[in-house]
Each structure stands twice: as structure tokens, then as C-alpha cells.
């Protein structure tokens, strides 16, 4: 296969950034999203050009590290899927790729492709924990949760950080992110404590962080590829008023 | 700026509220309305008077225009710093799948709210005595603006727009009054479907109706 | 030169943990926050260390390479944590899991350090539970379980196929609990360049920032490394492709011995490699073969789909071998039992490497829903990495290299032999031995962080709570800074043909074919001078585009590959001086009859310690390893 790919090329995050336009050959339908990048990067040092940096990891869709936003799509235009494992059977030979990184106020460009996310983790050290301390635990078997909660809980407990939802909405709002965490402390016994200094922590250091808030739009479930429902934006909501 | 009065999800909570509370307000105004189809001015006039004089009204329609006010206003907060949460766009639109009309709020809101102006100028400021016109035959206002192809074209395009923005409003305000759910979801989706589709269709038969028979 | 002291507490094997802890000495409340300690690696050992230490009161300082401490590579463990709960009552204790890791391991690990994990298991549960980590439970409200390869009893807590990854978030908001309280700072995107040794103790750390290039000294009164294994040394395996050794490699080369370095598990079931531009190999969970059976057919080259070979055409290779365990055989077996296979002529698939790992038996019995319940996201993966619908036919699957057992050589307290370094999760060698048993490695890193590194800390920290706090500007953190630095500059400017990836692809293919699934005196000896001429090649002909003063991750991935250029050749001297075969270091040499592995016990019960020579071949230290308490056997699965 062979590829036209237009990747947003930026130095670091204080430099101005253009499109630059690479003609990629010997693109296999079976590689990856990543692996094609891979390829376009040691083609462009063997030529003695600055290869597009990006971030990837785990290359099995579970570390959360990759992430662009692909032809308009957030992770590319397949379903349920990161980036690293996005496979190139998805496009076609001859194609225009446009990559760009993830924009939001929050996520500031690094380099290139690659993103500042280090906002969810400010979200996730206002209040995204348990307050109990190692050895304090009782019995795991002492507090009993229903099956359904429990499967719920991890539903919701899946998500990777990668920000593909804050990337999707138009607003670049973190509620799918945030709501996931909430969800799975919330629908748990062990989480109930906390509960409302929690909602209220996490909610005030998303809105501090310069996240948009929620429209209600649906892009973000629809681009995540933990596939994260979007009733989990309405228990956070939910959780939000019972505070009070 | 307080934090908890004006995070990201209470000024949603009053938007939604707001917003639940106009919607409750149109099916009133679509039933005084349909009395426009009426021959006889009499029902139409008796009820507009009613509602430009009984006292509990007065006090529901000061509600109703703070409620429009913080609705607009609240919306339009919102939408700024929405704008403001993405400051370099994307080259190639955002092709995620959404909801068909939930991206277009502001502009569907915004064009509700200029022909909610236009609507002031024809009925509301001539009963305030702001503008020329006799407050105790608005029925004869109404008929004589339907006769005028032009404001029932653009009458129509606001209420296809107030549609759009009803179908989305109604299901996002539940969801944002964190009353949705697996089970619920469907339901409210086809009550905001039909709400959507009979309130402004209920409008805008009015001038068809005119049109056709009278 | 080095001596190595164990400092296994005496008394009965059950007392030596309860005895070490009456005896360690404590640091005072009010000290400990004068006590700065730094953290390297945020995976499931680093982030539960970091945490647990932050909320003793010390003050801590945790490194990662990726943007976040939620992305290290533990986050990809799929299925599950072993515990000795016996919810079950199948017979399950802390004693049979003591001696299922030590029998699994080939009798090659320490008995005090494995007792000790197992008898800290069951608290990791608890606390995980506590913490919010949601594992799969009965309808009744309590926790599951399931079985794991080479264990007879069901004893693996898990969450769906990505038990790592809710362990690991859980450890993670653990670890956001103390940076909120202001205990731990984190340092993200770093990636830790050099130690600092002063006066032979561990005093701190170079760092480079990843995004800006910049070089950081960090000053600690300890030093713990969480930096995980190497097998990415092989290019294709199933960790990260960050992941790296350099960390360890750097503590080594400062005097931390290194411990049976060719102890590797290859996994034996990876979606197969498909293609040369592949970089990864992805693992499809163990816990898969509870319901899977693994089968090739019984005529040679036989290219018929799998699904229209009848049942009697079948070789259930591991259920014909091993009646006793069957498909649940340690990973080491089943990987050899396959290659043996595929070697053989009988292997599936485009390339015949690989074998088919079929749930056809468990959907007709169980249900498609319950096989979807307990392993839906694995057949989802499988399915988008290679468009195969396993419920429909078999996942084909291959070895591939996984987790090192080797590492950091510890002593019971899990210091190093630099005085003040620690070695705590898959980045020392102490529990595994030869092999690794399944859901085993969560349960040691946590274990390690959690309930053990805290307690051998202090007993370490105590007589230090007169040392001031170390300024970073005194001549061992300036040489540090020299020897990174002057590194960094060699690697730039080297301006070669070759990318650090080239290199990583042909020294994967040299450790894969000669120092991988079955190794023998000839293949190392060609490995050994294969390596070095490949290393000498490395440092003329390297190219390394960009500079060193921006994020350049090409620059990152050739020190960790100049580094692995020098581990492997630690790893293969390893393998050739083991002329036995025991658990996953498999010498052709040493096999039964039957082809199974064949200890040598008189002449190579010990662990293996690698002394850093400088330019000399390193010595070899030996750690005799008494069995006091356990018989050593012939391992069998039969």
C-alpha cells in the first residue's frame, strides 16, 4: 500500500506547528496504525529527517498511551479500538491520512503528535482514590457487593486515560473520564464513604483544569475505545447533586 | 469564582432546569394558540386577556422571563467557555457520532431567541404600549401576520429549528438532571421525539390552516 | 568484589517473616519525613512501594518514563493475582502456594522470600478489595477465583482479562492519594540515566526529562528500583515496546550483582508474529487455557482449516503428555511442547509456527455467554489483531518472550549488594526461580511494595535518620552527570547508517534463536561472539537523528538498546554456565528421556550472581540455596 500522510509537525509546546506531507510506500495492510508510523519514522532517519514523534506504549490497547486523531476520528474511524491497534486494512491504497494530536486547552502539545495529559491525572489526585491505608484492610470477603454492581463497577473502572473523549467533544469536556472513575467508587460499598468530598473534588479540578463542560453529544462514547457509556456522565451528575 | 454554584455541572443543572420549565410553558401557548383557528376572535382575545391580567399569571410570567433570561444567558456562558476549551481546532472536522442535532445548540437556540424578539415586537411590546397596536385584538395581529408569505416562511424555519432544539434539549436535560439510565434512555429518547415533533408542528399547522380554509 | 549475605532470618520456615518484623528496628514518625527516598518505575511493585511508604511519612520521590505512573507496563497483566484464601475449600494455604511457586520454579528460588509472598498473598486481596479494585465475583457477593497453569487448586482473583490493568489503577489512585497529601512527589517522563553511590551506599539518581532533554540529579537516603524486566531484549515480546532494562543495567554496572540473568519465561500463548514490520507480540492470557484446549493435527503439514480436521485427527499434545495437569501445565512446558511440535513439522497457520488453542469443547458445554463473560476482551483483541472470530475457531497461538525471572540479585530485605539500593517486583530475581507460575507476578510486585519493602526499609533507614539531606552538587553527582551526558553525546554522534530499531531487531533475532525456548553449548558460544561483533557495529554505525536537548525518541531507544547490547551477553554467559536445565532455561544437553528438563542439583542448586568486571568477564558469585524445609524432585505434570 501506498500512503499520503499529512502529520502535524510541532518542535515543543512553545514553537508554532504547520502540516508536513509525507508519501509513505510498502504500507502492509496487517500492520498497525503504530507500526505504519514506525515505518514512515525509520524511513524518514535512514533519509537523515526528523522522525514524527508519538506516543505509544503497550501496542495492545490496554497502557493508554497512544492516541491521534486520525482523518477526523479520534483512535480512527473504527469502533472500540486505540490507535496501536488500529490495523491498515481499514484504509485504503492511495489514501490522504491526516493526523493530528488530540486539542484541548488542557492537553497542550508537546511535540508533534504527542500531548500534555497530564490534566486527568491532576483530576484523578483531587480525589480519584479510596482513603484506605495498606494493612488497614479487612477481610476482602467481609463486605458483600452484588454481582451486577461489581460488573458494573469494573465497566466503568476500564477506562485507560488516553483522552480520546476529551479529543471527541466539542467542548473538550473530560465528564466520560471523569464520570468513569466516579461510576466505579460510587456504584461499589467501598467507595461510599468518600463519596461526596470525592465528586466535588474531582468536578471543581476538572473545571480548573480548563475542560470544557458536557453537551450532552455523545462523541465521546462513541470514540472511546474502552467503550464507556455515557450513563456513567448521569450517575456523576447524579452523585454531583446528592452532595449537596 | 464559586467553585460549586458554577462548576462545569451546576450551571448545566440550571440550564436543564431552565430549560424543562420552558417546555412546559409552550404546550400553554400552543393550546391558547390553536384558538386562532376559531372563526370567532372571541376564545382566542378572551384568553390572551386572561393571561395579560390574572394576577398568578403575572407572577408566572415574570418567572418565565428570568427563566429565559438564565436559560440564554447561561447558555451562552457555557458556550463561550466551550470555545475557549479548544483554542486550536482541528483541520479535518470531527467525524464522531453524535447525536444529529446535539452539536448545534447555540445556533438553534440563537435562532429561537431572535424570532422570540420578533414575536416581542408583534405582540408583547404592543401590550406593554411599546409599539402601535391595539392589545385586545391579537387575534387580528396574528391573522394579519400569517397573511404575510414572507413571516410564515420565517415562522416555519424557527419552529423546524425550535424542533431540532427540543429533540436534543429534552433528553439532555434529563441526562444532565442525572435521570437517565439503561432502562430510561429509550423511553425519554421517544418522548423527546414526540415532543419535538408535536409542539412545533402544532405552531406551524396554525398558518397552513389559515391558509387552506379561511 | 562483593560478598552475598541472604540474610535469611532462622527459626522455622512460618516464623522467619513474624520474627524478622519483631526484630526490625522502626524510624520514628516524626523522622520519617525527613527521609527522602526515591522510587523508580510505577508499575505494580513501584507504585504500591511509593504509596505505602508516602503514607508511613517518608518522603518519596517516584520516577516513570511514561507521561503518566498509569501506564506502566503491569497494566497489561491479564489474568489474574494468585492468593492462599481457599475460598474455594479446595485445599488451598499459604503452605501449598509456598510450595506450588517453588516446585513451578524449578526449585530455584529462595524458600524463606517464597514463603513469605505467599503468607503476605492474602493481604493484597484485602487491600486491593478495600481500594476499590472491582475483581469478578459470585452472585452472592463474594469473590471468584480461577485456576492457573501448574497449580492443582483454584486460587487466581482476576477481572475479566485485565486484572493487571485494575490492580495497577488501583495502586495508581493509591499513589495519587499520597501526592495529594503532599508525601510523594511524582516525576513523570523521566528516564533514570545513572545512580549515585557515596561512600558505597545508594544516594540518589541522574535523570534525563524526556521533553526537554535536560539533565536532573535527584538526592534520596535510598534508592528502590521497580524498573520491571527485559524482555523486550528479544524485540518481539509481549511487553511494552519502551520497556527497558537500562535502569537495572545502570545499578550493575555501579556494583549491584545480577542474578541469574538467563532465566526468562517464554510465554506459550502470543497471537503468533505476522509479519517483519511487527513490533510486539501480543499475549493472550494463560487463564485462556482453563477452557482451551490445545491441539495440532496429527498428520504432518497438514493445511486443512482447523475447523474441518475431525476430532480423531486431533493431537491434544498436552493432554496426551501431562494426563495430570493437562492444558494447565507451567508456562515453560507448554511453550517447549509447542516449539517441539512446530519444530516437528505439525504447526498451523501461514508460517507453521503456531498451534491452535480451541474453545469449540467449552462453548458446547458452557454457553458462548459464560466463555464472552470470562474472557470477552481477549477474543475481542484477538479478533482485531488478526480479523480470526475465536468463538467460531481456534486462536492460533506461539511462545514468545514475557518475563524474566532473572534481575537485581536481593538478600531477604531486598537490598541489592549496593548498601541502600532496593530491588522490589519483577526487577530483582528472588521468588520465581527457573519459571514463573501464573498470576504470580502481580501478587509478588504488590507484595514486594505493599507489605515487605516497607518494613525491610526502615530496619535499613533507622541508624540514617542522622544523615542530613543530600545535596546534589558534590563530585559523585557531578561524574554521574559526566558519564550520562558523555554518553548522550557519544550515541549523537555517532552519525552511522543503522537505527537503533536495526540493532534491536538483529540482537532480538540472536537472544530468540540461541538464547530463548532451548539453548545449548554450541548456539551460546556463537551467540556470545555474535553479540560482541554486533555491539562493536552498534557504536560505528549507529544513527541517531535530532538532538539532545528536545524530546527525541530515537535518542531513547539507543541507550536502552546499547544497554541490552551488553545484557544479552551477561544473559547468554549465564546460560552457558548453567549446563542444567531447570524450569525455563532448557540446555538440549540436560533433558530426560522423555525430553523433559533434567536438573543437575549436585552442581547447580544455587543462584547464579554476576559481579560487574569492568572490562572483564564478570565473576560469579554463588548463592548455594538449602532446602530446609521442602524435598527437591524431579518436577512432574504427568
Not at chain 3, 487448586?153 to 495497577?168: D, I, K
Not at chain 3, 537490598?415 to 530491588?423: S, Y
Not at chain 3, 540472536?510 to 532451548?518: P, Q, S
Request: aromatic share 10%.
Amino acid at each position: 500500500m501506498k500512503l499520503k500522510l499529512k502529520i502535524w509537525k510541532q518542535k515543543n509546546a512553545k514553537s508554532g506547528g504547520a502540516f508536513e506531507t509525507y508519501d509513505l510506500d510498502g504500507v502492509a495492510p496487517e500492520m498497525s496504525f503504530v507500526e505504519m508510523l514506525a515505518l514512515l519514522n525509520q524511513t524518514l532517519a535512514q533519509q537523515g529527517r526528523e522522525p514524527v514523534a508519538f506516543d505509544h506504549d503497550c501496542h495492545e490497547g490496554i497502557c493508554g498511551s497512544c492516541g491521534m486523531y486520525i482523518n477526523g476520528y479520534p483512535h480512527g474511524p473504527v469502533k472500540g479500538l486505540t490507535t496501536c491497534l488500529l490495523s491498515m486494512r481499514h484504509f485504503k491504497d492511495g489514501e490522504t491520512i491526516v493526523i493530528e494530536p488530540w486539542r484541548a486547552k488542557p492537553f497542550p502539545v508537546v511535540k508533534d503528535l504527542i500531548v500534555d495529559r497530564s490534566a486527568l491525572d491532576k483530576i484523578q489526585v483531587a480525589g480519584g482514590f479510596i482513603s484506605v491505608t495498606t494493612g488497614a484492610a479487612a477481610d476482602a470477603n467481609a463486605v458483600l457487593v452484588s454481582k451486577k454492581k461489581s460488573d458494573l463497577a469494573f465497566d466503568s473502572a476500564v477506562c485507560i486515560g488516553c483522552g480520546a473523549c476529551v479529543a471527541a467533544c466539542k467542548n473538550a469536556s473530560a465528564m466520560l473520564f471523569v464520570s468513569a472513575k466516579i461510576s466505579q467508587y460510587a456504584l461499589l460499598p467501598q467507595g461510599r464513604p468518600e463519596a461526596k468530598e470525592r465528586v466535588r473534588a474531582m468536578i471543581a479540578e476538572m473545571d480548573s483544569q480548563g475542560f470544557g463542560s458536557c453537551s450532552n453529544t455523545g462523541a465521546c462514547e462513541a470514540q472511546c475505545p474502552k467503550q464507556i457509556k455515557l450513563f456513567n456522565i448521569a450517575r456523576l451528575n447524579r452523585e454531583y447533586y446528592k452532595s449537596y | 469564582m464559586n467553585k460549586t454554584l458554577f462548576s462545569a455541572v451546576s450551571k448545566k443543572f440550571v440550564m436543564a432546569l431552565a430549560g424543562l420549565f420552558l417546555l412546559l410553558f409552550l404546550p400553554v401557548h400552543l393550546g391558547i394558540n390553536l384558538m386562532l383557528l376559531k372563526s370567532d376572535p372571541e376564545p382566542f382575545n378572551s384568553a390572551a386577556h386572561f393571561m395579560a391580567t390574572f394576577p398568578l399569571i403575572k407572577v408566572v410570567e415574570i418567572l418565565l422571563f428570568l427563566t429565559i433570561l438564565i436559560h440564554v444567558t447561561y447558555g451562552i456562558i457555557l458556550q463561550i467557555l466551550n470555545w475557549l476549551s479548544r483554542p486550536v481546532g482541528y483541520k479535518v472536522r470531527n467525524k464522531s457520532e453524535t447525536g444529529a442535532f446535539s452539536r448545534f445548540m447555540i445556533w438553534t437556540g440563537g435562532s429561537v431567541l431572535i424570532f422570540l424578539v420578533i414575536h416581542f415586537f408583534n405582540f408583547y411590546f404592543i401590550k406593554l404600549g411599546l409599539v402601535d397596536g391595539n392589545p385586545e385584538d391579537f387575534y387580528s395581529v396574528a391573522w394579519q401576520l400569517f397573511s404575510i408569505p414572507g413571516y410564515v416562511i420565517l415562522y416555519w424555519i424557527c419552529f423546524l429549528l425550535l424542533g431540532f432544539h427540543l429533540y436534543h434539549a429534552l433528553q439532555s436535560a434529563f441526562q444532565t438532571l442525572g435521570l437517565s439510565n439503561e432502562f430510561w434512555k429509550p423511553v425519554i429518547r421517544a418522548i423527546s421525539l414526540i415532543y419535538a415533533i408535536a409542539v412545533p408542528v402544532g405552531f406551524a399547522i396554525i398558518p397552513l390552516v389559515i391558509w387552506l380554509f379561511k | 568484589m562483593i560478598t552475598l549475605n541472604s540474610k535469611i532470618p532462622g527459626g522455622p520456615l512460618e516464623e522467619k517473616w513474624t520474627k524478622y518484623k519483631k526484630e526490625a528496628k522502626l524510624v520514628n514518625p516524626a523522622n520519617k519525613k525527613k527521609l527522602d527516598i526515591i522510587v523508580v518505575g510505577t508499575g505494580i511493585s513501584g507504585a504500591p512501594a511509593a504509596s505505602s511508604l508516602g503514607e508511613l511519612g517518608y518522603n518519596v520521590k517516584v520516577f516513570c518514563y511514561q507521561d503518566t505512573p498509569r501506564r506502566a507496563h503491569s497494566v497489561a497483566a491479564q489474568g489474574g493475582i494468585n492468593a492462599a484464601k481457599n475460598y474455594k475449600n479446595d485445599g488451598d494455604s499459604v503452605y501449598r502456594l509456598f510450595y506450588d511457586v517453588i516446585k513451578g520454579g524449578d526449585f530455584r528460588a529462595r524458600e524463606a522470600n517464597v514463603y513469605r509472598i505467599a503468607e503476605v498473598s492474602n493481604q493484597i486481596i484485602d487491600h486491593f478489595t478495600a481500594i476499590g479494585v472491582p475483581f469478578a465475583r459470585e452472585y452472592g457477593g463474594t469473590l471468584t477465583t480461577r485456576s492457573f497453569g501448574g497449580v492443582q487448586v483454584s486460587r487466581t482473583f482476576y477481572s475479566s482479562g485485565q486484572t493487571g490493568q485494575q490492580v495497577l489503577l488501583g495502586a495508581y489512585s493509591s499513589l495519587n492519594r499520597q501526592i495529594k497529601a503532599g508525601t510523594v512527589t511524582m516525576f513523570p517522563r523521566r528516564e533514570m540515566l545513572d545512580l549515585v553511590v557515596i561512600d558505597g551506599k545508594a544516594r540518589g539518581i541522574i535523570v534525563r526529562n524526556l521533553i526537554t532533554g535536560e539533565i536532573e540529579r535527584h538526592s534520596a537516603h535510598a534508592v528502590v528500583l521497580a524498573t520491571g524486566g527485559y524482555g523486550t531484549i528479544y524485540y518481539l515480546s509481549t511487553l511494552a515496546v519502551n520497556s527497558n532494562a537500562s535502569a537495572a543495567w545502570k545499578a550493575y554496572k555501579r556494583g549491584a550483582a545480577f542474578a541469574n540473568p538467563s532465566f526468562v519465561q517464554i510465554h506459550p500463548s502470543s497471537v503468533p508474529q505476522m509479519n517483519e514490520f511487527q513490533s510486539k507480540l501480543t499475549l493472550m492470557s494463560e487463564s485462556l487455557r482453563n477452557d482451551g484446549r490445545v491441539w495440532v493435527p496429527k498428520a504432518k503439514g497438514d493445511k486443512r482449516p482447523a475447523n474441518e480436521i475431525p476430532e480423531e485427527e486431533r493431537d491434544y499434545y498436552l493432554e496426551r503428555r501431562y494426563p495430570a495437569f493437562g492444558n494447565l501445565v507451567p508456562r515453560d512446558v507448554a511453550s517447549r511442547a509447542a516449539k517441539e511440535r512446530c519444530d516437528a513439522g505439525y504447526g498451523v497457520g501461514p508460517t507453521g509456527l503456531a498451534v491452535n488453542l480451541d474453545f469449540r469443547d467449552a462453548i458446547k458445554k458452557q454457553g458462548k455467554k459464560a466463555i464472552e463473560e470470562k474472557y470477552g476482551n481477549l477474543f475481542e483483541m484477538y479478533r482485531d489483531i488478526t480479523g480470526i472470530d475465536s468463538y467460531e475457531e481456534p486462536m492460533r497461538i506461539y511462545p514468545a518472550g514475557h518475563y524474566t525471572m532473572g534481575g537485581l540479585w536481593v538478600d531477604y530485605e531486598l537490598m541489592t549488594t549496593i548498601t541502600g539500593l532496593f530491588a522490589i517486583g519483577e526487577a530483582n530475581f528472588s521468588d520465581h526461580g527457573a519459571n514463573r507460575l501464573g498470576a504470580s507476578s502481580l501478587m509478588q510486585g504488590a507484595g514486594d511494595g505493599y507489605f515487605i519493602l516497607p518494613y525491610t526499609i526502615s530496619n535499613y533507614l533507622a541508624p540514617e535518620i542522622k544523615v542530613p539531606r543530600f545535596k546534589t552538587d558534590t563530585p559523585e553527582f557531578q561524574e554521574a552527570e559526566e558519564r550520562a551526558v558523555e554518553r548522550i553525546n557519544r550515541l549523537l554522534s555517532i552519525k552511522g547508517k543503522q537505527t537503533a530499531t536495526d540493532f534491536h531487531k538483529r540482537l532480538g533475532k540472536i537472544m530468540w534463536d540461541h538464547c530463548g525456548m532451548t539453548r545449548t553449548e554450541e548456539g551460546l558460544t556463537e551467540a556470545l561472539k555474535l553479540i560482541r561483533e554486533l555491539r562493536e557495529e552498534f557504536w560505528k554505525d549507529l544513527l541517531v537523528p535530532g538532538s539532545a536537548d528536545e524530546l527525541n525518541q530515537e535518542l531513547e531507544k539507543a541507550g536502552r538498546v546499547a544497554d541490552f547490547l551488553e545484557l544479552g551477553e551477561l544473559m547468554v554467559t549465564d546460560a552457558l554456565n548453567r549446563r542444567e536445565s531447570c524450569g525455563a532455561h532448557f540446555r538440549e544437553e540436560s533433558q530426560t528421556a522423555d525430553h523433559e528438563a533434567l536438573r543437575n542439583d549436585d552442581e547447580f542448586a544455587y543462584v547464579a550472581v554476576w559481579e560487574y568486571n569492568n572490562d572483564q568477564p564478570p565473576v560469579l558469585h554463588r548463592e548455594e540455596l538449602k532446602f530446609e524445609f521442602v524435598e527437591l524432585k524431579q518436577r512432574s505434570y504427568k
